[in-house]
């Protein structure tokens, strides 16, 4: 911290209330500031430095090379092809309900017998 002003909270809430400088603190935004003990201060330069960035729209310690050259986006991921589902003649179709009592008690019969291990 330099030798210039060092603002205290209250002094600074003339320029923004206390409760936005405590919520920035919790979120890391805002002006930097020193913590010493329970005492909270910001410096002059660092209160001037915040306001000039938020001026031209960029965040405090934002490189200024990496604003003006953004990574490439990367296009999204396929999604995979939706499973259709099994279509059954109506003759298998009676007979699966028959036999199982619906079509959905056939399929899981049928998923249970491809996934044994013993077959």
């Known amino acids: 911290m330099s030798n210039d002003h060092a603002f205290t909270e209250t002094e600074l809430a003339q320029r923004w209330s206390i409760k936005t400088l405590q919520r920035w603190r919790s979120e890391s935004r805002g002006p930097r500031y020193y913590k010493l003990s329970k ?3 910001y410096a002059l330069e ?6 000039d960035a938020q001026r031209q729209g960029m965040p405090i310690g934002a490189d200024s ?3 003006a050259n953004p990574p490439p986006i990367e296009p999204p991921a396929p999604t995979p092809a939706a499973v259709e589902p099994k279509r059954y003649t109506l003759r298998e179709a009676f007979d699966l309900v028959r036999r ?7 399929e899981a019969s049928m998923r249970e017998v491809s996934n044994d291990p013993q077959r």
């Not at 660092?46 to 306001?51: G, H, L, R, S």
């Open 39 to 41: 005492a909270v201060r």
């Open 46 to 51: 660092d209160v001037v430095a915040y306001e």
């Open 65 to 67: 090379r990496a604003a």
């Open 100 to 106: 199982h009592g619906s079509l959905e008690a056939a």
